[in-house]
């Protein structure tokens, strides 16, 4: 009869989370190590914790060892799981580093998992290891499964185990709570003058609100902050200039920061910004004219007095020419048109 060992294991969650799990695992020797083939039982839980929107939360739970012996480097593994990333996902850096008690890793992350793997020592008898994860809850109102698992990372010895799958995992439920809005705005706007952008918001209510963030994109996805505000109050008028804004197309955002932490985003606005020192010369022509300062994705009309366009050139470089000379004599109008928007607008007169 081969010697045996018995290590107990209990998992639960503190501070916020309100999980109480107990393990406990059979572990037969092999050899003159410890049975690598632990797979401790999960049996109580205690569910329910408020994660609130948009703030990335620390969740808890307690790892502990009070059983005869202690559970070797490399042999335990922790999966922590929701369903779906839908409704909150967990966060990078995933796991809190001070609170690993020296042992426990990430060996494997995702918006959905978190698998941590005792690669940095053993689990002594009678140690005890609070260990934090990262959620972030995404919607409000929502309510979210999500699971403790403990598996056995070899099965490479023999001997009695009793470590039934069913009895390994315990699902919690996490539920999610909108944040108050910090502020609510009554107007959001955005404009071009030149090579700056001019926004403009107005605000209904401020309630325990820290600032604006201003951001800005030139995709439409990703996003930095520029420039702060701090808030007046309730019906305030704000502006904000971003000098030189990068040419072309550029996104602009509000982001609304409570005093809390919590945050919300404002609608996007974008505009057109034409930075270029477009010029038209010369302005009396007997038939040559030419368009200076281009970027190369404009398009050149030429309007007459009529409101009729006579021409219309795409531009390929720095530079368009205009030939008159076989329009009547008069007043032209010289309309440079960058994507959706007119950024250049002069005149010229045929001789």
């Keep these: ?49 408020n994660l609130v929107v948009n703030v990335s939360t620390p969740v808890s739970f307690r790892f502990a060892n009070s059983g005869d012996d202690e559970a070797p480097a490399n042999t335990l593994e922790l999966i922590v799981s929701i369903a779906s990333a839908t409704n909150m996902q967990f966060e990078p850096p995933y796991l809190d580093p001070t609170s690993t008690c020296g042992i426990w890793t990430v060996f494997d992350a995702a918006t959905d998992y978190i698998i941590l793997r005792n690669t940095g020592g053993a689990a002594a008898d009678g140690s005890a290891c609070d260990i934090n994860f990262y959620v972030k809850a995404l919607t409000g109102g929502q309510t979210q499964p999500y699971s403790v698992t403990v598996n056995r990372l070899s099965a490479s010895c023999v001997g009695d ?33 030149g090579c700056n952008t001019i926004l403009n918001w107005v605000s209904k209510t401020e309630k325990e609100f820290a600032r604006y963030e201003i951001q800005n994109s030139q995709d439409g996805r990703e996003y930095r902050t520029i420039g702060t505000v701090a808030p007046k109050g309730d019906n ?81 470089g720095t530079e368009a020419t205009i030939d ?15 994507g959706a928007e007119n950024v250049f607008a002069g005149k010229v007169v045929k001789q």
């Design 1 to 49: 009869m081969k010697n045996m060992k018995k290590i107990v294991y209990f998992l639960s969650l503190s501070g916020s989370i309100l999980l109480s799990s107990q393990a406990n695992a059979q572990i037969p020797v092999c050899g003159p190590a410890i049975n690598q083939n632990a797979n401790p039982q999960i049996t109580s839980a205690n569910p329910n914790t």
């Design 161 to 193: 185990l009793d470590a039934s799958p069913a009895n390994n995992t315990k699902s919690e439920v996490l539920t999610t709570v909108a944040a108050p809005l910090p502020v609510t705005l009554a107007d959001f706007s955005a404009k071009t003058n």
């Design 236 to 316: 305030s008028t704000y502006a904000y200039t971003q000098v030189n804004a990068a040419e072309g197309a550029n996104y602009y955002r509000l982001k609304m920061i409570d005093r809390d932490g919590s945050f919300e985003y404002s609608n996007v606005k974008k505009v057109n910004v034409a930075c270029s020192n477009i010029q038209l010369a010369p302005t009396v022509t007997n038939g040559l004219t030419k368009v200076y300062g281009l970027s190369g994705t404009e398009t050149v009309k030429v309007i007459n007095n009529l409101g009729q366009i006579v021409t219309n050139q795409q531009v390929k």
């Design 324 to 338: 008159l000379s076989a329009f009547a004599a008069g007043l032209y109008h010289v309309i440079v048109v960058r």
